[in-house]
């Protein structure tokens, strides 16, 4: 069985096309197809070709029991020619710790995604603590349902900004780290150090 030749026709040069778009910049994809291939294919030409294709978001074939949400920034460049490049944000996904999406500037798109799953009772959200995203949360499911959880890189870096000895504070993240959540309020409530207040707003999600 011969391999498909590589032409200017080809299904396996919109292929290179496609992978080379998805991951660096179309000028560069241009750049580096014509090293390659010895082909030419135009940056606009790789970005039309990207346009043309859809991808719709999975569909979750069993119920959907947690999701975590989180946002990002892409730089983008302007039309005008000199000018610096603007950073825009998008928002992803992670349904079931399988399924991914991610949407650009569309979070309607994104809970509407999520909502049209079949979403269980408890449904677990978890994120970084960001107003963004848990108003994201809102919109997903009902509020009797939803569970909302700070995640644990986000938690400790809070915890460290409270001013208490390392010893209190490695009880505190013991505690936190098991889930005996209210048995981390009462050392706080008990030593009440500088930052344990500001602690609890920003991770109220856990505390």
């Given at each position: 069985m011969g391999i498909e030749p590589l032409t200017r026709h080809s299904p396996l040069l919109e292929k290179c096309?496609?992978?080379?778009?998805?991951?660096?910049?179309?000028?560069?994809?241009?750049t580096d197809l014509y090293l390659l291939t010895g082909l030419q294919v135009g940056h606009s030409t790789q970005h039309r070709k990207v346009n043309q294709i859809e991808l719709p978001p999975p569909e979750l074939k069993q119920g959907l029991s947690e999701v975590s949400v989180d946002g990002g920034k892409i730089r983008l460049r302007t039309e005008a020619k000199g000018k610096p490049g603007v950073w825009q944000e998008y928002k992803t996904a992670r349904l079931q710790g399988i399924y991914y999406g991610a949407f650009f500037q569309d979070n309607l798109?994104?809970?509407d995604w999520i909502n049209s799953q079949k979403l269980t009772s408890p449904f677990y959200c978890l994120g970084d603590g960001h107003d963004g995203i848990w108003n994201i949360f809102a919109e997903i499911g009902e509020h009797q349902h939803r569970i909302e959880i700070l995640d644990w890189y986000h938690l400790m870096e809070n915890l460290h900004k409270v001013e208490i000895n390392k010893c209190r504070k490695e009880q505190l993240e013991a505690y936190l780290w098991k889930g005996q959540v209210s048995e981390a309020k009462k050392l706080l409530k008990s030593v009440q150090p500088?930052?344990?207040?500001?602690?609890?707003?920003?991770s109220q999600k856990t505390l």
């Open positions: 096309c496609l992978l080379l778009s998805a991951n660096e910049s179309y000028h560069n994809a241009e798109s994104l809970t500088r930052g344990a207040t500001n602690f609890r707003e920003l």
